[in-house]
């Protein structure tokens, strides 16, 4: 999982709180940390906390316990490697809208 010689920024999608909480079982399993968005999925077995704790938070923001645990550099560095989107709220997704039609 180190990418560190790649400085190129992915381009994370938005997605909105209702959509993360659809992701909420162990054979389709995101969460939130620090507002990235994660497919945890197939990294449920590598977890070195067990997958317990993943299956927990499914489909919800886990920032507060992630950060309580106290996670290793590489820890948070993995969270941005993994992370396939950003949330959103329905007040930022309005205004991504607003912007939208104002470009069309």
Same mark, same amino acid.
């Given at each position: ?6 400085? %190129?920024?992915?381009e994370l999608k938005k997605i909105t709180p209702e959509e993360l909480a659809s992701h909420n079982t162990g054979s389709d399993c995101w969460i939130c940390i620090n507002g990235k968005v994660v497919d945890c ?18 489909? %919800? @923001? ?29 007040? =930022?997704?309005?205004?991504? @809208?607003? @912007? @939208? =039609?104002?470009?069309?």
């Open positions: 999982m180190g990418n560190k010689g790649s400085s %190129k920024k992915k999925t197939a990294y449920l077995a590598e977890h070195p906390g067990g997958s317990a704790v993943l299956k927990k938070w499914a489909g %919800k @923001d886990a920032t507060e316990a992630f950060e309580k645990v106290g996670h290793s550099e590489m820890a948070i560095e993995n969270v941005s490697e993994l992370a396939i989107g950003a949330l959103v709220t329905n007040l =930022q997704t309005a205004k991504c @809208d607003l @912007d @939208d =039609q104002k470009s069309s």
